[in-house]
């Protein structure tokens, strides 16, 4: 018995180890199976993490040098791994700025329960691999650039809680497959490309918290089963193209806190017990829509409101004070661009209830129907108000001193209303302001100088009232100011030099409409940044300052409407960005510069009344009629047919414009810096030998200044010799002359000072010939007005010397002079007869002062060796100048007749009246 016993206790333990043995055995197979499968998951997570490393071009953080062999990719940066089983859980990358694409091994992560690659610059598509990760719970990939449509394979992601691809560039419409993914609490699709209608099987998702739907381009109207979610907190569609009304069930959400469906067309009123339905706002946005109808008066049963922003509706009737003024925690109020108020009295008393409203940091009410004064309860708004918008409304009054305890503004707006009187001194106390409108109202009296306080300002609008007094220096304090536009007031005085010197200016300077005086300073060069300036329409005077070239990024440039005068300065052929330039009616001359043209931005150009001449540049904006005015300008020819200039004369073919280049301007200059330095000498050694002489100073007709003395002329004529003489009459004796500096031949025409009126002739042809120039007028030389040997006056003129002596001569020539050859042929005398016209048309009608000459007659026609005709003598001469304006008539001749009796006209009184007409008659 015992011995079987033995046996059987033998038998249990063989048994016992035998299994002991197999439990091993099993034990360690399990294990080196289980071993084996984690390995062979481990180098697939390994390779697939490799493939996205591959894919990636840009990597400025330097994140991905920690994915390489020598590290285990569970402590790859962005890689967290289960503790026990070495698989890949999570990716995060977010914020890397990381540049490639998604490599579609991704999907091989089967145990990813999240990636996080938000915030970098991933594009291409999003990989349909992802689908394969039936653990994955949250998917960010927002802020990146993936264009393609969301792919249907994420809808196998059943687990999936977060689904965040905000701010792409996806197209398409929503797959109708999401609609499986029923654990979704939050979906935000917001900035996107999104088309089609917002899905109504989104309402089967129970637990959705959030839903971002904003800023896409889906059509149609709210789909009522979006009523649905219960739970839902977070709501917005804005920026879509949403139409009809918000249905009723989602006003039923109690649980929402966000509510946003701004800038879209909705239609409807907001539903009066509004705060009733949604007592748990936070945030409500339905601006830029269609609503209609009355404020909400529950509004303050939403105690936790904090914005509220119904700008840009249809909105009628008054703002519910009492209701808005019990929100404490308000911070915005936006009721700007509605029809609120009724234009009267009374309109702004809801002032007084927002004086409760103690965080409130915006107020808007612009562009609205309210009218009445500011109240005083404006002094209780909270300090803490930092943006205030009151403008275009039909508020009038003054605008109260106790704007000046809103300390923290940084906005104010009163513009386009009816208020009055002068602007508060203590408007200076907000020196936190940065943006400042008063336009457009009827202040009056000073500008207050304690603006210049406010240094913070940027943008300051006070146009269009009737501000008086001079610009404050002061405001050059404000140094960071980019807009100042003081246009269509009454303002005196100078420009201030500070306000040139405020190089922060680089949008726009205006200060137009007023009655500002003096000089553009100088320093208006150091508005470097400008963009706009416009001083149009005052009184300002002097010349255009050179500086405003270093202005170059000036693109408008008004002047016109001042007193300006001087040239275009050269140096603005450096505004290259040039796209406007109004200059006219100023007294600006000279010629218009040919570098206008080449200024290739510009599109508009308006030179209209001044004083400019010559001929008119025809390349770059000149070559367009439409976008350039020259009218007005009466000494300016040729240019475009388009503009009606009259044609420039043959001789201003090559006038001076085309003399520009420097290959042929230093030459010259240089030359006539010699004929000066010589002619200086001359005159000074003939001065030095008059004085030794003792004898009496030359004398000289205005400008005109001898460069031959009497003794020089006496020795050209060998003395005034009877064999230099050419002929005489009763105003004098012409003789031929030899001057002996140079050899030049030239005609003396010495007058006879005991000939009445003689004196008089010689200044009449002085002032006829002292600016004429012309290929067919006789070109004087010189003049000279001094004393003779015995003491006398006398006065000469010397004109260049005809080789082929007058027409006279040629017309009837004396026997002795009878010879074949001087005959004229018919082309001859056909050329003559338009060289007398064009001579008499240039002093008709292109002279700075139309000259009549009055006596001429074949002996007055001289022709040189080449047989052109040169009219001169200009004894007679009359210049026609313009009456007064209480005579109506031109100017009359004196009462003694002139001209050869042979050319007056038959019937001529004695005293007669002289024109252009009568000339031609006469001649």
């Not at 305890?405 to 209303?417: A, H, K, S, V």
């Amino acid at each position: 018995m015992m011995e079987h016993s033995r046996i059987n206790r033998k038998l249990v333990l063989f048994k016992f180890l035998h299994g002991f043995i197999l439990l091993c055995m099993s034990t360690c197979l399990e294990s080196t199976a289980l071993r084996s499968l984690t390995l062979l998951g481990n180098e697939s997570d390994r390779l697939a993490l490799l493939d996205f490393k591959k894919k990636i071009t840009a990597d400025p953080f330097d994140v991905m040098s920690s994915w390489n062999h020598s590290i285990h990719f569970c402590n790859w940066v962005g890689v967290s791994c289960h503790r026990s089983t070495k698989r890949v859980l999570m990716l995060n990358l977010i914020s890397k700025k990381l540049v490639g694409s998604i490599s579609p091994s991704v999907g091989n992560l089967t145990y990813l329960t999240g990636i996080n690659l938000g915030d970098n610059n991933f594009h291409g598509e999003i990989p349909p691999e992802m689908g394969r990760l039936q653990s994955l719970q949250y998917l960010n990939l927002s802020h990146n650039s993936f264009r393609e449509k969301i792919p249907t394979n994420l809808s196998q992601c059943a687990q999936l809680r977060l689904l965040n691809l905000q701010y792409n560039h996806i197209k398409g419409s929503i797959p109708n497959q999401l609609s499986s993914l029923l654990n979704l609490e939050h979906l935000w699709l917001y900035g996107n490309n999104l088309t089609g209608t917002i899905p109504p099987w989104i309402g089967n998702f129970s637990l959705l918290s959030s839903l971002y739907l904003g800023e896409n381009n889906f059509q149609g109207s709210i789909a009522n089963e979006l009523g649905h979610i219960t739970g839902l907190v977070e709501f917005s569609v804005e920026l879509n193209n949403l139409s009809s009304i918000v249905p009723s069930s989602i006003y039923n959400i109690s649980s929402i806190h966000i509510f946003s469906v701004a800038e879209n067309q909705l239609h409807g009123e907001l539903p009066p017990n509004l705060g009733i339905m949604l007592p748990n706002l936070v945030k409500f946005f339905c601006g830029m829509n269609k609503f209609t109808g009355n404020i909400p008066v529950s509004l303050s049963n939403a105690s936790r409101l904090q914005r509220f922003d119904l700008a840009a509706n249809k909105l009628t009737g008054s703002v519910p004070g009492e209701d808005i003024g019990s929100l404490k925690s308000l911070v915005w109020l936006n009721f700007e661009s509605n029809r609120l108020g009724n234009g009267k009295n009374g309109d702004l008393n809801f002032f007084s209830f927002l004086a409760n409203c103690t965080s409130l940091e915006t107020l808007s009410i612009f562009q609205n129907h309210f009218g009445g004064g500011i109240p005083g309860s404006l002094a209780n708004l909270s300090t803490q108000l930092k943006s205030l918008t009151l403008g275009e409304n039909l508020i009038h009054g003054s605008l109260p001193n106790s704007i000046g305890n809103l300390i923290n503004l940084n906005r104010l707006g009163m513009e386009r209303n009816y208020l009055d009187h002068s602007v508060p001194n203590e408007i200076g106390k907000l020196q936190k302001l940065v943006v400042l409108f008063l336009g457009g109202n009827k202040f009056s009296g000073p500008i207050p100088s304690s603006l210049g306080n406010i240094t913070s300002l940027t943008k300051l609008y006070m146009e269009d009232n009737g501000f008086s007094g001079s610009i404050p220096p002061s405001l050059g304090n404000c140094r960071d100011l980019l807009i100042l536009s003081l246009s269509n007031n009454n303002l005196t005085g100078t420009i201030p030099k500070e306000l040139t010197k405020l190089s922060s200016l680089s949008i726009s300077l205006e200060i137009a409409d007023n009655y500002l005086t003096g000089s553009l300073p100088s320093e208006v060069g150091d508005l470097v940044h400008l963009t706009m300036l416009n001083i149009s329409n005052n009184k300002l005077s002097g010349e255009i300052p050179s500086t405003l070239s270093r202005c170059v990024s000036l693109e408008f440039l008004y002047l016109e409407a001042n007193k300006f005068e001087g040239k275009i300065p050269q140096s603005f052929k450096d505004l290259r960005a040039l796209e406007e330039l109004y200059i006219s009616d100023n007294n600006l001359s000279g010629q218009i510069p040919e570098f206008i043209g080449k200024l290739e931005a510009l599109k508009y150009l308006n030179l209209s009344y001044n004083n400019f001449e010559g001929e008119l540049p025809k390349e770059g904006i000149f070559s367009n009629a439409s976008s350039v005015s020259v009218v007005g300008n009466h000494r300016l020819c040729g240019g475009i047919p388009q503009l009606h200039l009259h044609p420039c004369p043959k001789n201003s073919q090559h006038s001076s414009r085309g003399l520009l280049s420097s290959k042929v301007v230093i030459p010259i200059a240089c030359a006539l810096a010699f004929i000066i330095v010589v002619s200086c000498f001359f005159i000074a050694c003939s001065m030095l030998k008059k004085s030794r002489d003792r004898h009496a100073t030359t004398r000289s007709y205005k400008d005109w200044k001898s460069s031959v003395s009497y003794s020089e002329l006496v020795k050209s004529t060998n003395g005034f010799s009877v064999d230099n003489l050419i002929g005489s009459g009763s105003f004098g004796s012409v003789y031929k002359g030899v001057i002996p500096s140079d050899g030049t031949i030239v005609v003396v025409k010495v007058l006879n000072l005991q000939q009445e009126g003689a004196s008089k002739s010689f200044i009449d042809e002085c002032k006829a010939l002292r600016s004429v120039r012309h290929r067919n007028l006789l070109k004087i030389i010189t003049a000279c007005s001094s004393i003779d040997n015995q003491g006398k006056d006398f006065k000469s003129l010397v004109f260049e010397f005809m080789e082929n002596g007058s027409l006279d001569s040629w017309l009837y020539p004396r026997c002795e002079e009878e010879s074949p050859n001087k005959r004229l042929s018919f082309m001859q005398r056909l050329n003559i007869a338009i060289d007398v016209a064009s001579a008499l048309d240039y002093l008709h009608h292109h002279c700075e002062t139309s000259i009549v000459h009055c006596d001429l007659k074949p002996n007055n026609v001289l022709l040189d060796k080449d047989l052109v005709a040169h009219v001169g003598d200009f004894g007679l001469a009359r210049l026609l100048f313009e009456t007064s304006n209480d005579s109506s008539f031109s100017q009359t001749m004196s009462s003694q007749l002139k001209g050869s009796i042979g050319y007056i006209p038959p019937g001529m009184n004695n005293e007669f009246l002289f024109s252009v007409p009568i000339n031609l008659l006469l001649n």
